[in-house]
């Protein structure tokens, strides 16, 4: 299994743009979770998802971000319009079936908005 | 580039020696733990885990210790070679929710 893939690796984008992460999980995980990772604040939960319809969102931080999961192996997170205060790593998490066990994290987008 | 180790706990530990990670939890009906390690530019990726009816589980080279009268949890890193440095973090697992600490840098010196 290739495991949770994100893409981009890497973003670096001027305040004011669009950005939109996306995350494949690992095939049959009926659970999607997109996590921000800080120096300041560790890692955060942003939003989740169960069988592609969005559980819990209250840890997205306001309504410049969005997350979509079209189907049960691709979802993007999208965050319009970016602030130097969203530069971040963002990482995409998947499990296969149970809300608090193990959950398998992607390596990451590092986010940079300058 | 931004490193995630740059304000966390550190523990420097000698090629070949054990370390120990300790991590606190709040929440008395945790019943699930788990710990990660995160390499630098890397997600975090599962270690070990124990559940709350236990109080030790060993793998390879680690050892997950709870202690729930003090809600305690420890990982025992045997014979901590240079690809143990990382960041660990502990997560605990109560009412269906999976909540982090805020890690612990390790830095093995050759």
């Known amino acids: 299994d290739a495991g949770v893939i994100q893409s981009p690796r890497h973003e670096v984008t001027e305040m004011g743009q669009e950005v939109t992460l996306r995350c494949k999980p690992i095939?049959?995980?009926?659970?999607l979770f997109w996590y921000r990772q800080t120096m300041m604040r560790g890692l955060e939960l942003l939003i989740y998802f169960n069988n592609n319809v969005p559980i819990d969102d209250s840890g997205m931080p306001e309504d410049r971000f969005s997350a979509k999961m079209p189907n049960a192996s691709f979802s993007t997170l999208k965050i319009q319009p970016s602030e130097p205060r969203d530069s971040a790593v963002y990482f995409c998490?998947?499990?296969?079936?149970?809300?608090?066990?193990?959950?398998?994290f992607g390596p990451g987008t590092r986010l940079l908005v300058l | 580039g931004e490193s995630v180790g740059l304000h966390l706990p550190t523990l420097s530990v000698q090629e070949g020696d054990n370390s120990i990670i300790n991590c606190a939890y709040s929440?008395?009906?945790?019943?699930?733990f788990i710990w990660y390690k995160q390499e630098s530019g890397k997600g975090p990726q599962f270690i070990i885990d124990i559940r709350s009816n236990m109080d030790k589980r060993q793998g390879q080279r680690v050892t997950v210790l709870l202690n729930k009268t003090v809600k305690h949890l420890s990982l025992q890193i045997a014979a901590t070679q240079p690809g143990d440095s990382a960041v660990y973090f502990c997560a605990e697992s109560g009412n269906n929710r999976l909540a982090f600490g805020k890690g612990n840098q390790v830095v093995v010196i050759p």
């Open positions: 929440n008395s009906a945790s019943d699930y």
């Open positions: 998490a998947s499990n296969p079936g149970l809300r608090g066990e193990t959950q398998y």
């Open positions: 095939s049959g995980h009926d659970y």
